[in-house]
């Protein structure tokens, strides 16, 4: 079984910086496309920030220039740096990694934590 967890989340005011990590353990042969959604109230998922296995990065519009994701393969974690948060920024954000398991190739997910930005 794999687990995603993350962390780092919180509360922070407008202008502010927050750093979530997360770390996968289990059993598996490897991790490829590692990601960040979010999801705010009522409104549907989406896709931050994607890291490949080699590092190549792709980020949705609205963070591009503020956030930065990173990996650590030896250690099977991912990390998202947001500056200058906005309170736009507010929401639970998951954790997501496609992981070569046994079986293929599956996707995971974290519970879940929370990023609230006030102004």
């Known amino acids: 079984q794999v687990q995603l967890v993350e962390s780092g989340g919180g509360l922070v005011q407008a202008g502010g910086s927050l750093r979530l990590s997360c770390a996968a353990s289990g059993s598996f042969f490897s991790i490829e496309n590692m990601r960040w959604y979010r999801q705010a109230p009522g409104k549907q998922r989406e896709l931050v920030a994607q890291?490949?296995?080699?590092?190549?990065?792709y980020y949705a519009d609205s963070v591009k220039a503020r956030f930065a994701i990173s990996r650590d393969n030896a250690k099977n974690t991912v990390d998202l740096q947001m500056n200058s948060l906005k309170p736009e920024d507010t929401a639970v954000y998951y954790c997501?990694?496609?992981?070569?398991?046994?079986?293929?190739?599956?996707?995971?997910w974290g519970q879940g934590t929370q990023v609230t930005v006030s102004s």
């Open positions: 890291i490949t296995s080699i590092g190549i990065t």
């Open positions: 997501n990694a496609d992981v070569r398991v046994r079986t293929g190739c599956q996707a995971y």
